[in-house]
T-cell receptor, first 111, second 117 residues
Framework: DAGVTQSPTHLIKTRGQQVTLRCSPK?????VSWYQQALGQGPQFIFQ???????QRGNFPDRFSGHQFPNYSSELNVNALLLGDSALYLC??????????FGQGTRLTVV | AQTVTQSQPEMSVQEAETVTLSCTYD???????LFWYKQPPSRQMILVIR??????QNATENRFSVNFQKAAKSFSLKISDSQLGDTAMYFC??????????????FGKGTLLTVNP
């Protein structure tokens, strides 16, 4: 079992650009959540997808959007990047349950 | 809104000794879960232990145990026989039970634990 896989592992973007991060959930999981973890902070909930719909959203602007595909994989898109968007982005999956399994994250640096 | 507070930014312990990490939370909910996650330098968040609020018995997983005080809204983690591999950031997290498929975790800011040889 490959667990939760995220790509890419590291990414450098310029202010104003757009970025897409990808997540493949653990085998058999159908729910995917995204978190932003700034340096030295705990993860902050961005949104959650289930049955290809956004089910819950945290306090993030509309520049953050996502998608879930029929195979349960998910993408996180961020438009008009700001320096403050630099962070570790974590994906977590679960099977309609409370035990979330996390990927190793994507380190995004905005310059 | 729920909040989770970890008042110890850093802690250290000698190998084989016992250490306790503190966590308090604020919620008006009655049904919820509490978690401790470990994040080593590899960055992957790993579940250490979880506690259902409706259970009075404290959860235990091998060397890890919790002291759950619901009335005080306190949820501490005790690590016994500390090992070098326990060195990591530890996050306390809260999840309210909303039903359906809504499973949002609210995290504290974390405690950096260093186990010294």
């Amino acid at each position: 079992d490959a667990g939760v896989t995220q790509s890419p592992t590291h990414l450098i973007k310029t202010r104003g650009q757009q970025v897409t991060l990808r997540c493949s959930p653990k085998s058999g999981h159908d729910t995917v959540s995204w978190y932003q973890q700034a340096l030295g902070q705990g993860p902050q909930f961005i949104f959650q997808y289930y049955e290809e719909e956004e089910r819950q959203r945290g306090n993030f602007p509309d520049r953050f959007s996502g998608h879930q595909f029929p195979n349960y994989s998910s993408e996180l898109n961020v438009n008009a990047l700001l320096l403050g968007d630099s962070a570790l982005y974590l994906c977590a999956s679960s099977l309609q349950g409370v035990e979330a399994f996390f990927g190793q994250g994507t380190r995004l640096t905005v310059v | 809104a729920q909040t989770v507070t970890q008042s110890q930014p850093e802690m250290s312990v000698q190998e084989a000794e016992t250490v306790t990490l503190s966590c308090t939370y604020d919620t008006s909910e009655n049904n919820y879960y509490l978690f401790w996650y470990k994040q080593p330098p590899s960055r992957q968040m790993i579940l250490v232990i979880r506690q259902e609020a409706y259970k009075q018995q404290n959860a235990t997983e091998n060397r890890f145990s919790v002291n759950f005080q619901k009335a005080a809204k306190s949820f501490s983690l005790k690590i016994s026989d500390s090992q070098l591999g326990d060195t990591a950031m530890y996050f306390c997290a809260f999840m309210k039970l909303t039903g359906g498929s809504n499973y949002k975790l609210t995290f504290g800011k974390g405690t950096l634990l260093t186990v010294n040889p």
